[in-house]
C-alpha cells in the first residue's frame, strides 16, 4: 500500500502526524508532498523523522522524479481544491486510476457563500472524492450540506501532539493570567482583546493580573502602544511550538475572540495543557470544546462582549475553576496522534485501489 500525500503550509503539528503515523504503519509507504508554513517553524525537517518528503511551492509544474514518486500510489490525500500543484498531481494519479480523499478544515457559517459554494462543489468536486477528511463537527456540518454521505466524512484532521503540550497543575494553582497565541491582525480580534483587558484593569475589576500575546502580524505596533499605557499587556513576540507549550502550562485561560477561524489548532493545544478556551462563536473549534451555553463563549468580537467573558470567567471560584479545565482537558483527550494515524490507515484501506 502506497499513500500520497499533499499538505499545503506543513505545520509543526503536521510533521508529527506524519511521523508518527509512519512510525506506526512501516508496512505503508507514505510519500508527502508539501508547501512550506508562512511561518518558521525551525525544527521541521528533525520533527519529519524518516518521512519521505517532496517540497513544492504552490505553482510547481511536476517533474520526471516527482512523476516517478507517484508510480504505484495506493490513495491521494489532497489538501484542499485550490493549490495548482496538488491539482496537478491529483490528475496525473486520476489518470492511474488512483482515488482521492479531501481534507478540508473549512467550517459551517450558514452565509450566501455557502450556499452557493454547495451548488458549485455538488457539480464540480463531489464526483473527483471518494471522502472528505475534517477537523470536527462544525466541518462535518458543512460538508454534509454540500451533499458528502455522513459515513464519507471523517474527523480529527487536526491534532496537537500531547507530548510536547501536556497539562500541568490545576487551574487554581497557576498565575491569573490570559493568553492569546495567533497572527496579530484584524480578523483575530486581537485589538478589541487589548482594549477589553485594559479597560478592565481600569475599572479594579480585573481579577486576571496579566494578559500575554504571543505571535506576529501587521497589528503589532498597535498591540506594542497598549503595551505601553496597560503593564498588565505583555507582548511575547513569535513563539516556537515548545514555548508556546510552556506558556500554556503557566496560564489558566487561553481567549481567541477571531471573526473568522475554520477550527484554530491552538485551541486544541491549550486545552490539553489545561488551560479553559474563551472562544467567539465564529472559531470553528468551539463546538468541539465547549457547549452551546458555555459562559466562556464571546457572542460578539466587540469590546464589551470580550470584556464581560473575562469578567465572569476569571471571577470563578477555585473548585469550579478546577472543574471547568477538567472538562475541557477531557475533550482534547479524544483528539490525539494515534486516532489520527488509525484515521489515514481506515481511508487507505477503504477507499484506497
Not at 241 to 255: N, S
Not at 295 to 315: C, D, G, N, T, Y
Amino acid at each position: 500500500m502506497k499513500i500520497v500525500y499533499s499538505w499545503n503550509g506543513l505545520p509543526f503539528y503536521g510533521a508529527r502526524c506524519l511521523r508518527h503515523f509512519a512510525e506506526q504503519n512501516p508496512e505503508v509507504e507514505l510519500v508527502v508532498f508539501a508547501t512550506r508554513a508562512n511561518v518558521p517553524f525551525e525544527t521541521i525537517e528533525a520533527e519529519l523523522g524518516a518521512v519521505s518528503i517532496w517540497w513544492v511551492t504552490a505553482d510547481d509544474d511536476l517533474s520526471a522524479k516527482h512523476l516517478g514518486a507517484l508510480v504505484g500510489a495506493s490513495l491521494f490525500v489532497s489538501s484542499g481544491w485550490n493549490i495548482p500543484v496538488f491539482n496537478r498531481i491529483r490528475r496525473v494519479l486520476w489518470a492511474q486510476d488512483c482515488p482521492s480523499v479531501l481534507v478540508a478544515d473549512n467550517c459551517w457559517k450558514g452565509n450566501f457563500r455557502q450556499y452557493v459554494g454547495a451548488l458549485f462543489y455538488r457539480i464540480r468536486y463531489r464526483h473527483q472524492f471518494r471522502a472528505v477528511w475534517v477537523p470536527g463537527k462544525s466541518g462535518r456540518r458543512l460538508f454534509n450540506f454540500y451533499g458528502v454521505c455522513d459515513n464519507d466524512i471523517y474527523e480529527g484532521l487536526y491534532t496537537a501532539d500531547a507530548t510536547v503540550y501536556s497539562n500541568s497543575d490545576p487551574l487554581s494553582r497557576r498565575t491569573k493570567s490570559v493568553l492569546f497565541v495567533g497572527q496579530l491582525i484584524e480578523r483575530k480580534g486581537v485589538l478589541e482583546l487589548c482594549e477589553a483587558f485594559a479597560q478592565m484593569v481600569a475599572s479594579g475589576k480585573a481579577e486576571c493580573h496579566e494578559l500575554r500575546i504571543a505571535g506576529t502580524g501587521c497589528l503589532e505596533p498597535v498591540v506594542l502602544k497598549y503595551c505601553e499605557l496597560c503593564p498588565s499587556i505583555r507582548y511575547l513576540g513569535f513563539l516556537q511550538p515548545r514555548e508556546i507549550a510552556k506558556e500554556m502550562r503557566q496560564t489558566r485561560f487561553l481567549v481567541l475572540p477571531s471573526r473568522e477561524e475554520h477550527w484554530g489548532l491552538v485551541v486544541h493545544e491549550a486545552t490539553l495543557s489545561g488551560c479553559i478556551p474563551l472562544l467567539s462563536r465564529y472559531v470553528g473549534s468551539m463546538p468541539d470544546f465547549l457547549p452551546f451555553d458555555s459562559p466562556a463563549i464571546i457572542e460578539l468580537v466587540k469590546v464589551e462582549a470580550i470584556r464581560q467573558v473575562l469578567e465572569i470567567m476569571s471571577a470563578m471560584g477555585s473548585e469550579e475553576l478546577d472543574l471547568f479545565g477538567e472538562a475541557a482537558s477531557k475533550a482534547a483527550q479524544e483528539i490525539n496522534l494515534s486516532r489520527w494515524s488509525d484515521t489515514l490507515l481506515e481511508l487507505a484501506q477503504r477507499y484506497g485501489k
